[in-house]
């Protein structure tokens, strides 16, 4: 019994976890979609790359080339700003989220040929675009660009820059192959995108640590006290078990929306919500305990909750189908109220019901053998908790039953419920 | 969620039994059960008329008790109603020593350990149970041990569970062995309501719509609408009863013959 009912707390709390961690990356998916922060870290992993934390001229010129420019709408103004703080996290942007690797080979490649003159976008619904474009100096003679064109404006146009050294690097390592330079600039630039992505995946934990800290102060989901109630109340355990093996089982748990997840949650009967006690603005309570109770078990519980939640939840959905694959191996052999402790497995007297029901059921009033039980082990038989409890102790409901008066009420026929079954 | 006993009507439908399934009764319980270890037989004290009487009783109980009062309850007819898949206050203060090959199980606790099941019947003499009504208990109650894999001698009568109830008043140790027989096979195999009478009319119950039904209603004088709703089956189970039929609402080919009589 015990270690099926460590395992089942353990199962209990993946899952709480596991649906904490969909409602929370689903309202950071909100947040996302409307502050665009990837395209903040992208624009920053940008100007990293051209050694531009600050926002220089040729950021902007590569924001407003057309290449990348026709990727979002607006024009790139960041022109005087200074490093991008984190509040420019809080902001919305218009920017991309992703720029293709050509797009920015190409871009580059055209503003190391043809810088523009002015760092601005040209608008092509303004009158006077045409002469603006004319004023481009166009000083590479003829298409295909020939490497050598290159390297002299590289040479000419960005002189002993850390980027005109990297992208002379990059054009000595390639000869007279263009399409071979071409590779290598969107290799430069995927290093990049890996260390935007790298950088957006942390600031999502930590958004999401923030996030779900929020959530368990709300919920009052505090870690601590949850293990509580499933380790001593076994009805819990095995509801949010059950539970937890449909959703487990199911591949496409982690699409679930919001508001199933939301459902689920409220559904387990668990201690979460703020009925009860309210340690947070009761602060004159007069229990002693009040304190350390608020500081060992709520906040800390809620720390907890809040470092699983920012683990994600693919994390936990993968763990949770680890749990159920233990469970599942330990739960038959576990013992029963009236084997004996010596050899349990000889006696012969625990009757197993559950996953063969269906089977099993129809052959009452076929000829099925004897019940009571012989110790045959079914295929795949897969009991529910409580058929391998023991008897309940009287609770403070079990010396309820119908009263000695007659029932007066009646039902008449023309309401009772449609009936089944029976004919064939 | 529902609570545990949901396989109650599967179980029960799968044995060849009328199921009737009361409106909410995945949800209904004043909590899960634990594990279920055998059935208690009760009978309700409701009213002398009609299948089951006592079903809204049941299933909300009264000033003396909130329902549920027993997870399934069994008409005059012989259908069984599923009243609730979760704990029910049926058993009460008492308990029971079962005994499986040598090994003592002690229950106390009734209304979590075992499944409550109330037979419709006045509890006094001028109301003896109807053949169809106790067959269908004992079928009912074997198909449950078998799902649970016990004996017949896991099920119990309420007078056994405790000092102060005398009900049900058959026997409850004929009642076990008929039991027995049906869950050692030697019992023979019920006969099921045949689905077409000798002049190939399908046979009917509510829920069904069409010329026959205009037909029965017209016999037993409701509003001829051609659906066979609850007000329909009521009055065929009214038919019935006047001429000696098993009162269960469903026009087989006993019922046929008997229309047939009426002009």
């Known amino acids: 019994m015990f270690g099926s009912s460590v395992i089942e707390i353990a199962i209990g709390l993946t899952f709480v976890f596991l649906l904490l961690s969909l409602i929370c990356s689903a309202i950071v998916e909100i947040i996302e979609s409307f502050l665009k922060n990837r395209a903040t870290d992208l624009e920053r992993g940008i100007r990293e790359l051209f050694n531009q934390e600050g926002g220089g001229r040729l950021a902007v010129q590569f924001y407003n080339h057309p290449m990348i420019n026709s990727l979002y709408t607006g024009v790139y103004k960041r022109k005087d700003s200074k490093r991008i703080r984190f509040w420019h996290y809080l902001w919305p942007t218009n920017l991309p989220s992703y720029i293709p690797a050509r797009n920015f080979a190409n871009a580059v490649l055209d503003i190391v040929l043809h810088p523009p003159a002015e760092a601005d976008v040209v608008r092509d619904d303004e009158d006077t675009a045409p002469d603006k474009n004319a004023a481009a100096p166009l000083d590479a003679p003829a298409l295909p660009a020939s490497m050598q064109a290159i390297r002299a404006a590289v040479r000419r146009n960005f002189g002993s820059t850390q980027v005109g050294r990297a992208l002379r690097t990059l054009t000595e390592q390639c000869g007279d192959d263009v399409d071979l330079l071409r590779a290598n600039i969107e290799t430069w630039f995927n290093g990049t995108m890996d260390r935007v992505s790298g950088h957006y995946k942390r600031r999502t934990q930590w958004v999401l640590f923030v996030l779900g800290f929020f959530l368990a102060v709300v919920l009052n989901a505090s870690t601590i006290e949850i293990a509580q109630k499933l380790s001593t109340d076994a009805t819990a355990r095995s509801v949010i078990v059950a539970q937890a093996g449909v959703v487990a089982s199911n591949p496409d748990a982690l699409k679930a929306n919001l508001e199933s997840n939301w459902k689920t949650l409220a559904s387990l009967g668990l201690p979460i919500g703020r009925s009860g006690g309210i340690p947070l603005i009761n602060p004159f309570a007069q229990d002693s305990n009040w304190w350390s109770h608020f500081l060992f078990v709520s906040l800390l519980g809620w720390l907890f909750t809040a470092g699983a939640i920012s683990l994600g939840a693919p994390f936990w959905f993968d763990l949770l189908n680890k749990f159920m694959v233990i469970r599942s191996t330990v739960k038959p052999h576990e013992k029963s109220l009236e084997e004996g402790s010596e050899d349990r497995q000889a006696t012969p007297t625990q009757p197993l019901a559950g996953g063969t029901r269906l089977a099993h059921a129809g052959s009452a009033s076929a000829g099925g053998s004897p019940a009571g039980g012989n110790g045959l082990v079914f295929p795949g038989f897969t009991p529910e908790p409580q058929f391998n409890a023991g008897p309940d102790a009287p609770d403070n409901e079990s010396d309820l039953d119908e009263g000695d008066l007659p029932i007066e009420t009646e039902t008449r026929d023309d309401n009772l419920p449609a009936a089944e079954g029976g004919i064939g | ?263």
């Open chain 2, 1 to 263: 969620m529902a609570f545990s006993l949901t396989w109650l009507p599967i179980v029960l439908k799968q044995a060849g039994l009328k199921v009737s399934e009361v409106p909410g009764w995945q949800n209904r319980g004043s909590t899960d059960v634990g594990r279920i270890f055998g059935v208690v037989c009760h009978h309700t004290v409701g009213r002398r008329t009609g299948n089951m009487p006592s079903l809204d009783n049941l299933r909300d109980g009264d000033a003396n008790l909130r329902g549920p009062k027993a997870q399934l309850g069994l008409g005059r007819d012989g259908t069984f109603y599923v009243i609730a898949a979760g704990r029910a206050n049926h058993a009460g203060r008492g308990g029971f020593v079962f005994s499986e090959n040598g090994t003592k199980i002690p229950i106390v606790n009734g209304n979590s350990n075992l499944i409550g099941i109330e037979g419709e019947n006045t509890g006094a003499a001028d109301d003896p149970w109807p053949n169809v009504q106790i067959e269908a208990f004992q079928r009912g109650v074997a198909a449950i041990l078998n799902h649970i894999r016990r004996g017949p001698q896991f099920c119990i009568g309420h007078k056994e569970w405790t000092t102060r109830k005398i009900d049900p008043l058959f026997n409850m140790d004929k009642f076990r062995q008929s039991i027995g027989a049906i869950l050692g096979g030697t019992a023979p195999i019920p006969l099921l309501i045949p689905t077409h009478d000798s002049q190939g009319r399908p046979t009917l119950r509510r829920g069904m719509t069409g010329e026959l039904t205009r037909q029965i209603q017209a016999k037993v004088k409701v509003e001829v609408d051609g659906n066979f709703g609850p007000g329909t089956e009521a009055a065929v189970r009214t038919f019935q009863r006047e001429h000696g039929l098993v009162p269960d609402g469903i026009v087989g080919p006993k019922t046929w013959v008997e229309l047939d009589k009426v002009a």
